[in-house]
């Protein structure tokens, strides 16, 4: 159909075999149904009548479960970091990598993401400590003494400073200093080459950033050395920003905030530390980044180091048997090894092939490649968690090898976004590159009726209930659910065919020959990324409803892998990506900003004047500290969002792990960028 994507009694159960044995055998049943049955009898104890029931007896536990290996444990996935440096890398694949080699000043209070803990500081500062200023503007870190890096050398705050600033220098619109830079420039200030230029004209251009006026990029670079600072003999590193900010510690927190060795990252081919000639270093692509050992190496102060990456094969990690940790940073926490030595990522694109592999007890967890392969994984569900391994209750099949952990909140989410005016050089996503029924033209998404036309035309009950198992919210507002600004009476597009149709025959948009869109057809294709199911079944469902409503709308469907796919994101060159947002940090800008006038809305290249008026909102947003009336202002942003459909919002989630029953430790931080903290696993 179109909606479907795809003990015991012993005398009488002795009695039922005997009576079973002699009777005309009848047609078996495939497997047998095996009924407990307690015999209640009568009997009589010293002239009294007495009820008896028998106790059955009771049920063998399951064999204990074991790993072949305790101390390897096995990851299968799909996809592959982009690049392994900090500075640069913003995705999952990396940024999982990157936590467990790398350590940051603060980390989280376990699963919790709003409350932090001393990692290579030495305490959380707050106004109560002196670590921070009155006024919310600076913070002093008082760093760890005794830290090595994997290398042996000692870890300094001019290390830390260091990162920092090199971090914000080699900038770029691609990499996660986005976060680094509002607060420390101001709000509204992605960029530090639009401390340069305003204009944000030299936003990702190296070669004209080099070319700006030798005093603007002087002071440029002072303003970011003179934000982080160093004192090697007091120990400490201070932090100055633009304004109060109060998610400072959150996003220093995150991989971005990841400590490097100057002399590694220098040695490595990074900036030299020298403000006369940062604008060299600026706003290099992972492809460039990954020509030098700073994006196919890492070397930090964690607690792995990285023995191998082979790209699109796997990663290998090894422990750090020397770490620094005496304490845990939370109570029942790991210190010193690691108890896992040995980590392996596999780069596995086929689900099956994942999933033969924790069949067999060769892999200890997989990614599953949507909330539709569920069915298939409890298969093999022997127990099930309720949001912790600390609260899990046998399933009807004990003797099972996983654990399902469930229920957890996710602060995540996957969307299809509309790129309003493509890059057509080299690009085999959009047919002809007219609209003549064997393409589009590159300011196809341009066109408002357009946009709604497919917003209506997408079977969201089907994705719901089919992929994602009836697993989701459906998300009317950008911002999560229970968010600052979120709606839930804000109004949503349906699954409408009429409407759709409606909205297609009202587009503008003609064929060189002069015939409307609806008569001349189009062609196009819709790439995901490979082994992501979830996302790949959102394009079949384009491809199914608009053929539907016209034959003459033809959408092809085409998996990428995750670099290639990250790739052609940026380049604008996709007319529409499904694509999804893992938070930074656990507060409404960090969505309205990636949504519209940064990340995805860089590369959906919005019309000016439609970021003008988002950025506008998001300024006066973030601004404001009352809760009520930052509400009242996302409010215009949230109709200006729906009036305007950039991207087709579509549900948030909620969280399945799933792992072999001997693996001990998990435990689930939202805004971690991968599944989990190997320094906290150990296996039996």
Known sequence: M???????????????????????PTAQPSAPQVTEVVKTVVVTVEGKEVVVTATPEPTAPPAEIKSKDPTTLTYAVFGDPETLDPALDYETA???????????????????????VPQLATEVPTLDNGGISADGTTYTFKIRQGVKF???????????????QRNLLQGGTASPQWLIAEPVFGPGIYDVAEVVDPSGALDDDSAGLQAADPAALEAACTKVTDAFTYD???????????????????TIAQNWGSIQSKAWVIAGGGWDGNCADWAQFYGKTSDQINETPLGTEAMGTGPYMLDHWTPGEEYVLKA??????????????????????????K?????????????????????????????????????????????????????KPLRDVKGFPVVSRTDSFFT???????????????????????DFFSDIHVRKAFAYCFNYDAYLNDVMLGEGVRSPDVMLPGMIGANDSDPVYTYDPTQCESEFKASTLTSPDGKSLWDTGFRMTIAYNTGNTARQTVAQIFQQELSAVNENFVIEVTGLPWPTFLKNQRASTLPIFVSGWLEDIHDPHNWVVPYTVGTYGARQKMPADLVSQFNEIINRGVAESDPAKRATIYAEFNKLFYDNIPTILLYVPTGRHYEQRWVQ??????????????????KQ
């Open 420 to 442: 309003f005016a493509v890059n057509t050089e080299g690009n085999n996503f959009i047919g002809s590159g007219q609209l003549d029924g064997n393409g589009i033209p590159a």
């Open 665 to 682: 430790g998990y435990y689930r931080n939202p805004v971690y960028s991968g599944v989990a903290y190997w320094y906290a696993l150990s």
């Open 320 to 345: 750090n048997d020397n770490y620094w940790r005496t304490e845990p940073a939370w109570d029942g926490g790991p210190t010193g090894a690691p108890a896992i030595k040995t980590v392996i990522v």
């Open 232 to 250: 090697d003999a007091a120990g400490t590193v201070t932090m100055k920003l633009a304004q109060s900010w109060a998610p400072w510690l959150a």
């Open 150 to 164: 994997h290398d042996g050398s000692d870890l300094t705050p001019e290390d830390v400073a260091y990162t920092f």
């Open 2 to 24: 179109r909606n479907k994507i795809f003990a015991v009694a012993s005398l009488l159960i002795i009695a039922s075999m005997v009576l079973a044995a002699c009777a005309t």
């Open 94 to 116: 990396g940024g999982e990598l990157v936590m467990q080699v790398y350590d940051t000043l603060v980390t989280y209070n376990k699963d919790n993401p709003v409350e932090f």
């Open 347 to 399: 780069n596995v694109t086929e689900f099956s092939t994942r999933y033969a592999m924790l069949q067999a007890g060769d892999a200890d967890m997989i990614a599953v490649g949507s909330q539709a392969d569920y069915p298939q994984m409890d298969q093999l569900t022997g127990e099930i968690c309720d949001q912790t391994i600390d609260n899990c209750q046998p399933t009807d099949t004990p003797d």
